[in-house]
């Protein structure tokens, strides 16, 4: 079968400003945690606690997610790699072969996910003093908006994308398939960006860019699924008593998130985690970690319906 449409896609890194460039990504973690506050401050208010107590669960919830993010790369997708570059797990830098700012290169959301679960248990304990479920069960909100942003400037700075398809879905990404190295030594143009655009546009490089695998917009399919978790218990919370049922929400939303993401990743590219080495490998290691996250939310929602009787 042959490729008859797909989309080119080869964005800029951000909002150049003259002096400063905001990147897409990272302005992408901002919505969300800047969206994650404004959610979480109507639910305190509906709840009738303290702006004080939303100041530090902020603070918290970032510290974690960036955290957890990390060491979840690292210990999930790259141990092979960091086992002998310990330096670079909290350093934005590579020392070897050559010394390199390479940014916070890798987060992985299973790991924020154990991460912000762990803090919420102090949180809960020392700043809230309510049971742990309580926090969990209006956390996810936000968490789940988030969510969307995350895979959002995933797509932007074209990255874990999907496998190759003939689908009219499906997405030329131009960044993933050349280093800006790359393109600039096989356009023969110095400055990347130019590079870049010259390969989507300049006839003179049609074959390079015939050269781009089409993929699919794994990013997209992921961050679409997360709209209609968050729909979900953003209705569920407001509209109804889900959140009287302790641990209704949270389970549900282990269930819904994780299962958007256990099928997305049957037209993800491998991430090259633990479980990712063999071509005969059951299932991705995106899969095999989100299973037990599917799993306790079943038996928290199984929980929640029995203690409502």
């Known amino acids: 079968m042959t490729q008859s449409l797909y989309f080119v896609w080869n964005p800029s890194e951000g909002i150049?400003?003259?002096?400063?460039?905001?990147?897409?990504?990272?302005?992408?973690?901002?919505?969300?945690?800047?969206?994650?506050?404004?959610?979480?401050?109507?639910?305190?208010?509906?709840?009738?606690?303290?702006?004080?107590k939303l100041d530090s669960l902020f603070i918290y919830t970032v510290f974690a997610t960036l955290l957890g993010a990390r060491l979840g790369h690292v210990f999930f997708y790259d141990w092979n790699h960091f086992k002998d570059h310990k330096l670079e797990i909290l350093l934005p830098f590579r020392f070897e072969p050559q010394f390199e700012f390479t940014g916070f290169a890798g987060l992985a959301s299973h790991g924020a996910a154990i991460a912000i679960i762990l803090v919420m248990f102090y949180y809960s304990r020392k700043i809230i003093?309510?049971?742990?479920?309580?926090?969990?069960?209006?956390?996810?909100?936000?968490?789940?908006?988030?969510?969307?942003?995350?895979?959002?400037?995933?797509?932007?700075?074209?990255?874990?994308?999907g496998k190759e398809t003939t689908s009219s879905l499906g997405v030329k990404f131009i960044?993933?398939?050349?280093?800006?190295?790359?393109?600039?030594?096989?356009?023969?143009?110095?400055?990347?960006?130019a590079a870049y655009e010259a390969i989507e546009s300049n006839p003179q490089y049609i074959t390079l860019l015939n050269d781009v695998v089409v993929k699919h917009p794994a990013q997209l399919y992921e961050a679409f699924g997360y709209i209609f978790v968050f729909a979900i218990l953003f209705y569920l919370y407001w509209k109804t008593n889900a959140r009287e049922k302790q641990g209704?929400?949270?389970?549900?939303?282990?269930?819904?998130?994780?299962?958007?993401?256990?099928?997305?990743?049957?037209?993800?590219?491998?991430?090259?985690?633990?479980?990712?080495?063999?071509?005969?490998?059951?299932?991705?290691?995106?899969?095999?970690?989100?299973?037990?996250?599917?799993?306790?939310?079943?038996?928290?929602?199984?929980?929640?319906?029995?203690?409502?009787?």
């Not at 309580?134 to 969510?147: C, F, H, K, Q, T």
């Not at 190295?181 to 110095?190: P, R, S, Y």
């Open 16 to 52: 150049d400003l003259g002096f400063f460039m905001i990147r897409f990504y990272s302005l992408m973690f901002i919505v969300a945690f800047g969206l994650g506050w404004y959610l979480m401050k109507s639910i305190y208010e509906r709840e009738g606690e303290s702006l004080e």
């Open 129 to 161: 003093h309510k049971p742990i479920l309580w926090i969990l069960d209006r956390i996810v909100i936000p968490v789940s908006s988030g969510a969307i942003f995350v895979r959002l400037g995933n797509f932007f700075n074209s990255e874990i994308v």
């Open 175 to 193: 960044r993933d398939q050349y280093s800006a190295l790359e393109a600039v030594d096989k356009t023969g143009i110095t400055d990347p960006k």
């Open 248 to 309: 209704y929400l949270f389970g549900l939303f282990l269930v819904l998130l994780w299962t958007v993401r256990f099928l997305v990743e049957f037209v993800k590219e491998s991430q090259h985690g633990f479980a990712d080495n063999s071509e005969t490998a059951l299932f991705s290691t995106g899969q095999w970690l989100s299973l037990p996250f599917i799993a306790i939310g079943a038996y928290l929602i199984n929980n929640a319906f029995k203690k409502a009787q």
